[in-house]
Antibody, heavy 117, light 113 residues
Framework: QVQLVESGGDLVKPGGSLRLSCAAS????????MTWIRQPPGKGLEWISYISSSGDIIYHADSVKDRFTISRDNDKKSLYLQMNSLRVEDTAVYYC??????????WGQGTLVTVSS | DVVMTQSPLSLPVTLGQPASISCRSSQSLLHSDGNTYLSWFQQRPGQSPRRLIY???NRDSRVPDRFSGSGSGSDFTLKISRVEAEDVAVYYC??????????FGGGTKVEIK
């Protein structure tokens, strides 16, 4: 069955960096657009980044543009999110998800990023 | 950017009674390919979201048939025909028509009266 397992969440100080990973299994990873979505504690969902199946098309939401970078390694069936210049407002659970038919098929369990001094 | 507005924010429902959630978009979600990319997600307490409905009215496998989606253009509805205890959750609509953004509604919390 489809599994998406995020890792890398941690407590980090404002201005710091963190790299999230997402290990995929149970589907043809290299065929799918992938995305990161976040959810601040007690709040709603916010799409932040996606990447095409080959990695040649990338988009980031304005809220993270120039600070976050999405990437993937199809050989390792893994998705990544490099987060730099972290702010308190980036505190959230970060979900990895696959995109199919302009919708989201499956979600990971999420990894918590806390930005605090 | 497309704005997705859900109502109500909170929906207390008696077990066995119907529930209805509205989702409105600031622009039409009809894509030039003829499809309307409006999805609904359920997020139970402490869990990740899971998709219930895609392209307005297509139910995902293993989703009970008491859930149904309808609508067109910029006005959409998720209905639960008879609410059960396991339906307590926050429900989100999401548009996938206007790339590069995927936009979510603010969520509707369904709870039991």
């Amino acid at each position: 069955q489809v599994q998406l397992v995020e890792s890398g969440g941690d407590l980090v100080k404002p201005g710091g960096s963190l790299r999230l990973s997402c290990a995929a299994s149970g589907f043809r990873f290299s065929d799918h657009f992938m995305t990161w979505i976040r959810q601040p504690p007690g709040k709603g969902l916010e799409w932040i980044s996606y990447i095409s199946s080959s990695g040649d098309i990338i988009y980031h939401a304005d809220s993270v543009k120039d600070r976050f970078t999405i990437s993937r390694d199809n050989d390792k069936k893994s998705l990544y999110l490099q987060m730099n210049s972290l702010r308190v407002e980036d505190t959230a659970v970060y979900y990895c998800a696959n995109v199919a038919g302009s919708s989201i098929d499956y979600w990971g369990q999420g990894t918590l990023v806390t930005v605090s001094s | 950017d497309v704005v997705m507005t859900q109502s109500p924010l909170s929906l207390p429902v008696t077990l066995g009674q119907p529930a209805s959630i509205s989702c409105r978009s600031s622009q039409s979600l009809l894509h030039s390919d003829g499809n309307t990319y409006l999805s609904w997600f359920q997020q139970r307490p402490g869990q990740s979201p899971r998709r219930l409905i895609y392209k307005v009215s297509n139910r995902d496998s293993r989703v009970p048939d008491r859930f149904s989606g309808s609508g067109s253009g910029s006005d959409f509805t998720l209905k639960i025909s008879r609410v059960e205890a396991e339906d307590v959750a926050v429900y989100y609509c999401m548009q996938g028509t206007h790339w590069p953004s995927l936009t979510f509604g603010g969520g509707t919390k369904v709870e039991i009266k």
